[in-house]
């Protein structure tokens, strides 16, 4: 099962707590906002992605999981 | 401006050029319903699936901006309508330097017309809107004109929506007509997905139409035999910047780009660079723009692509540095305020560049420039910050070698006033800007 990272940068408000749960895939640009830069989350990251997923306060940071 | 087609000989399609700008009245005036008839015959009945296999055959490909296959787009709609699809012509045209939509639907109202009825039919559209610039007087008069003439077998109305540079986005179109709002929206879903009022939507620029309504005429054997095998046919391209006849002008694919400059009236001085596609384009320097054609493969290669078919050149007497930093300051301010990226990374990119073609910044902001146009692409709803970061790389590229000169001394070069915004007069924005350059 593949599982991507999207944000949905209008709803997003840099409250950065995505970079801080899941620092592994997800950093900050100079204005806090998230950069992603490979939206495929390895199989041992997934429990981690899905706890930044639903701690974004805007619901900005979506976990696509089981799509191609 | 060409013979009129005799009756007679209606479905064989003029030889050479012009094609779409067939008997455009010098005079300025819109071509009525009947010379329209005369010059291109009446609307032929297709089948839709006769019309999608003549413009897949074509090859024809979109003409606003994303080069896309035009068959596959009419099928993707037409796939999904059930009769409830809805088809917009997108004339926003909201790039300051083209024109060439506005050409066609203020001077060959019916020919875009003609080709929206034929797309609506083909994807089985029971409702077509017209969207385009409340500033765009002349085509919504004309528009009025013309479809008060017509009887069209589906009705069709004109929605004009407020100017600026994201506007024209296909998603920002919906949710105008959506919500009244002029902003792009999150994607997927698109708009041939669920559009307006949650319809399958095709979304099509005028001169997509327009073309669609030769293919339906005269075929796809007798739209390819201008161009080239990968781009056949004819494109209108606006040249503008330091040539003697700036306008909008109907070329074959395939045609160099110095004769590009020549169909303008040669250019006035001599050039340093073009700009080619627009304020998402790229500049390309002489040395290899001279070498190029009209064809999606020779701008590949030089990492470009025409765009809504926009052409700039810029003369030797003008900065490069200077009317990028107008361009990008402009690009920063038309961002829909929506998305952080793109607001404060274009921000901060336009304040960067202007700093380095006033001669007050140092390497580290040129570096600081590189990684932010890196950063921002592909982090927006909509393509502006990827647009505005190709834009500026390109710049870095071509006129990134007179930075150091403009740090040892004052830049003495003559404005060459790229449009910023289509709205405001020309020279007023140009010392607009200026002044806020040199600090």
């Not at chain 1, 900050?28 to 041992?44: A, F, K, N």
């Not at chain 2, 609506?120 to 409340?134: M, R, S, Y």
């Not at chain 2, 540079?165 to 669920?194: C, D, I």
């Not at chain 2, 003369?315 to 607001?343: F, T």
């Amino acid at each position: 099962m593949s599982a991507r990272l999207r944000v949905n940068p209008i709803m997003c408000e840099a409250h950065g707590l995505c970079a801080e749960l899941l620092p592994e895939l997800i950093r900050l640009d100079d204005w806090g906002y998230p950069i992603i830069d490979s939206p495929d989350v390895p199989p041992e990251l997934l429990r981690l992605a899905r706890k930044a997923a639903d701690a974004c306060p805007t619901l900005a940071l979506l976990l696509e999981e089981g799509r191609e | 401006m060409e013979a009129r087609t005799p009756v007679s000989a209606l479905l064989t399609g003029p030889q050479g050029l012009p094609r779409l700008l067939s008997g455009l009245s010098e005079t300025g005036a819109t071509m009525t319903l009947a010379d329209h008839a005369r010059v291109h015959g009446v609307l032929p009945r297709t089948s839709p699936r006769e019309l999608i296999e003549a413009v897949h055959r074509s090859g024809l490909r979109g003409r606003g901006g994303a080069d896309f296959p035009t068959a596959v787009k009419l099928q993707a709609v037409a796939q999904r309508s059930r009769g409830g699809a809805v088809l917009v012509v997108n004339g926003s045209e909201t790039e300051p330097a083209s024109a060439k939509d506005r050409l066609l639907l203020t001077r060959l109202p019916h020919l875009v017309l003609d080709g929206a009825v034929l797309a609506a039919g083909a994807v089985g559209a029971g409702e077509v809107i017209v969207k385009v610039g409340e500033g765009a007087r002349g085509s919504l008069q004309a528009l009025d004109g013309a479809l008060s003439v017509r009887a069209d077998p589906v009705p069709i109305r004109v929605v004009a929506g407020p100017e600026g540079y994201v506007a024209g986005e296909e998603s920002a179109v919906v949710q105008l007509l959506n919500a009244g709002v002029p902003k792009p929206t999150f994607v997927p879903p698109r708009a041939f997905e669920r559009g307006y009022r949650g319809r399958p939507t095709l979304i099509q620029n005028p001169e997509t139409l327009a073309q669609i309504a030769l293919v339906a005429r005269y075929g796809d054997r007798w739209y390819r035999e201008l161009g080239t095998d990968a781009d056949p046919g004819s494109a209108l391209v606006t040249i503008s910047g330091a040539v003697a006849a700036p306008g909008v002008y109907e070329l074959a694919f395939g045609t160099p780009m110095t004769d590009l400059l020549s169909a303008a009236g040669g250019s006035t001085e001599p050039l340093q660079a073009l700009l080619v596609g627009g304020y998402f384009g790229t500049w390309v320097d002489t040395s290899r723009a001279f070498g190029l054609r009209l064809a999606r493969e020779d701008l590949r290669s030089v990492g470009c692509s025409l765009g809504s078919g926009v052409l700039i050149a810029l003369g030797e007497s003008a900065c490069g540095l200077h009317e990028s930093a107008r361009v990008i300051a402009y690009l920063a301010s038309q961002s829909a305020g929506q998305c952080g990226p793109c607001v404060y990374g274009l921000r901060a990119i336009s304040d960067a560049f202007g700093a380095l073609a006033d001669g007050v910044a140092n390497e580290r902001e040129r570096e600081r420039v590189r990684r932010w146009t890196t950063e921002v692409r592909g982090r927006g709803a909509c393509h502006h910050p990827d647009g505005a970061a190709r834009f500026v790389d390109s710049a870095l590229a071509v006129f990134g070698g007179e930075i150091d000169w403009h740090r040892r001394q004052r830049c003495t070069a003559l404005p060459a006033e790229l449009p910023v915004g289509n709205r405001e007069p020309r020279r007023a924005t140009a010392a607009t800007a200026r002044r806020a350059f040199r600090r």
